[in-house]
């Protein structure tokens, strides 16, 4: 167990686990400033059973993030912000990365972030997956992004954007996800046109976003999700 750590202006990844098994983060601080590029708060690469818990971070990059590999995460009562918020990815962009299986992000509270909860995946990418990840009774307050898939992911332009990405999404739910948004597209599902997204479910959405040119939206391309419960942004169309 990794308990009551405090973190402050890391230069880069606060926390970086790798390859490790059965381990417990609790009551971690974690602090940099919102501008601080790469200070990611935790990082989790090719590692099994981690819980990270009622834990604080705020930073210039992703609270947690996700690389290749993880399987069997929960990320539970997380406050996150500043940053980018809660990411699995980004995925494709290696040779020989290993499979995302069984990620929980539960009871999450996340403000003034850049991203919300977020999966990324390179274009171009060599073949992967990435599976049964799951999203619940998130508070977002002031969030940019807060709900988002992107298989379209090339922060610097400098990939072959136009070839899809090999990464293959399943089994995905984003259930009870409530607060304000600061875009106007609350949700973004942008999926790959060659391994289209599957079993993907939103239920119970309540996103307000208070822009004057009307209220939040959602999109969805190449995926078809279920919706269930109270939608708003009303559901997603399929493009």
């Not at 990418?125 to 990840?133: D, E, Q, V, Y």
């Not at 959405?205 to 939040?216: E, H, K, R, V, W």
């Amino acid at each position: 167990m990794i308990r009551g750590i405090t973190s402050l202006d890391s230069k880069q990844f606060h926390l970086h686990v790798f390859a490790c098994k059965k381990v417990t983060i609790f009551h971690l601080n974690i602090k940099a400033p919102g501008d601080s590029p790469n200070t990611d708060g935790i990082h989790m690469g090719r590692s099994t059973g981690i819980n990270i818990i009622d834990s604080k971070i705020g930073t210039g990059d992703d609270c947690i993030s996700l690389g290749d590999g993880n399987r069997d995460i929960l990320i539970q009562k997380v406050a996150c912000g500043p940053g980018h918020g809660i990411s699995i990815g980004s995925l494709g962009k290696y040779e020989n990365e290993e499979p995302v299986v069984g990620v929980k992000v539960v009871d999450c509270n996340l403000r003034n972030t850049m991203n919300g909860i977020r999966i990324k995946t390179w274009p171009a990418s060599l073949p992967g997956a990435a599976s049964n990840m799951h999203f619940e009774n998130i508070y977002m307050r002031n969030v940019s992004n807060p709900v988002i898939i992107d298989q379209v992911y090339c922060p610097w332009n400098q990939c072959k954007a136009q070839i899809p990405s090999k990464i293959k999404i399943s089994q995905v739910s984003f259930k009870n996800i409530r607060g304000t948004s600061q875009t106007k597209e609350a949700i973004k599902l942008l999926c790959s046109n060659e391994i289209p997204c599957e079993n993907v479910e939103i239920t119970d959405i309540d996103l307000a976003y208070q822009g004057s040119d009307g209220p939040a939206t959602s999109q969805c391309t190449n995926v078809n999700p279920t919706i269930l419960g109270k939608q708003n942004p009303p559901g997603c169309t399929l493009k």
